[in-house]
C-alpha cells in the first residue's frame, strides 16, 4: 500500500471505529495493525477474485470487521463458520480471540483469502474447508461454536448449522432486526433450543444487528 492510500486508511471513519472499539474492550494497539495488513492483503485478492462487493475503508472496517468482531465474547471452543465466503467472520475472530477458527464454503475460490491469512500473515489459528456443511457433518467433525453470517434465512441456515455443532454446543447466527426466529418445527427438527436474541447497534454507525443464539440438545 503506497503512503497516500496508507495515510487515507488510517485517517478513515472506519478504520478509528474498530480501532476505539477494540481499545474499549481491552486489546492493544497491534491488533488494529494486523486488520491494516489483511485490508492491503483483502484489496489484492478481490481485485483478482470477487470476494466481496466491499471495497471503500469505511466497509471494509465497519461492515466485514466490526459486524464480525462484535459479538466475540459469544464465541469459545472450537468454532466453525458455515458459508464463510471471503473469510467474514472466521479471519476477524481469529485475530481477536485466538481461538481455534474452521471456515467452510462450498465455492472453493473465495478461500484464497484465508489461505493467504495463514502464509502470509501468520493468523495460524484459522483455516478453510471447500466443503458444504452437510457433507463435512457426514464425517462427524463437530464444533463448540458454529456460527453464520449473512447466509440464508434463518430456518435453512440453523439446518446447515446444527449437525456440525456438538451436543451442548453453540449456533450463533448473524442476522438483521427484520429477521425471525426459526420455526417450532424446524427447532424440533434440528434438535436445537433458542436461549438467546440479542439486538444491538454497531458502534458510531446506525446499522442494526441480531443475533440468534441456539444450543445444540443432541
Same mark, same amino acid.
Given at each position: ?5 496508507l495515510n487515507?486508511?488510517?485517517? &478513515? ?11 474499549? /474492550?481491552? *486489546?492493544?494497539?497491534?491488533? +488494529?495493525? +494486523?486488520?491494516?495488513?489483511? +485490508?492491503?492483503?483483502?484489496? /489484492? $485478492? /478481490?481485485? $483478482?477474485?470477487?470476494?466481496? &462487493?466491499?471495497?471503500? #475503508?469505511?466497509?471494509?472496517?465497519? %461492515? ?5 468482531? #462484535?459479538?466475540?465474547? &459469544? *464465541? ?19 485475530i481477536v ?9 462450498? $465455492? =472453493? ?9 495463514? &502464509? ?15 457433507? @463435512?457433518?457426514? %464425517? ?18 440453523? %439446518?446447515?448449522? !446444527? ?5 451442548? =454446543?453453540?449456533?450463533? @447466527? ?11 418445527e424446524t427447532?424440533?427438527?434440528?434438535? +436445537?433450543? @433458542?436461549?438467546?436474541? /440479542? ?12 443475533? #440468534? $443464539?441456539?444450543? %445444540?440438545? !443432541?
Amino acid at each position: 500500500m503506497d503512503p497516500t492510500q496508507l495515510n487515507l486508511l488510517r485517517s &478513515s471513519f472506519g478504520r478509528n471505529v474498530l480501532k476505539r472499539f477494540l481499545s474499549e /474492550n481491552g *486489546f492493544d494497539d497491534c491488533i +488494529t495493525e +494486523t486488520f491494516d495488513a489483511l +485490508t492491503e492483503l483483502y484489496l /489484492n $485478492v /478481490n481485485s $483478482v477474485i470477487n470476494i466481496s &462487493s466491499l471495497k471503500s #475503508f469505511d466497509d471494509i472496517y465497519i %461492515k466485514h470487521y466490526l459486524d464480525s468482531v #462484535f459479538p466475540y465474547r &459469544s *464465541f469459545d471452543g472450537t468454532c466453525c463458520d458455515v458459508g464463510c465466503g471471503g473469510g467474514f467472520p472466521s479471519i476477524p475472530l481469529a485475530i481477536v480471540t485466538k481461538l481455534d477458527i474452521t471456515g467452510i464454503d462450498g $465455492v =472453493g475460490k473465495k478461500l484464497s483469502l484465508i489461505k493467504l491469512c495463514n &502464509s502470509e500473515l501468520g493468523i495460524k489459528n484459522v483455516s478453510g474447508i471447500h466443503a458444504r456443511s452437510e457433507d @463435512l457433518a457426514k %464425517k462427524d467433525i463437530l464444533f463448540d461454536t458454529v456460527c453464520a453470517r449473512a447466509v440464508a434465512d434463518t430456518d435453512k441456515v440453523l %439446518k446447515h448449522c !446444527a449437525p456440525l455443532a456438538r451436543s451442548g =454446543g453453540k449456533i450463533l @447466527l448473524y442476522k438483521t432486526q427484520n429477521d425471525e426466529c426459526a420455526k417450532t418445527e424446524t427447532v424440533k427438527k434440528t434438535k +436445537t433450543e @433458542l436461549i438467546d436474541i /440479542n439486538d444491538y447497534v454497531l458502534p458510531e454507525t446506525d446499522i442494526k444487528r441480531r443475533i #440468534f $443464539v441456539y444450543r %445444540k440438545l !443432541a
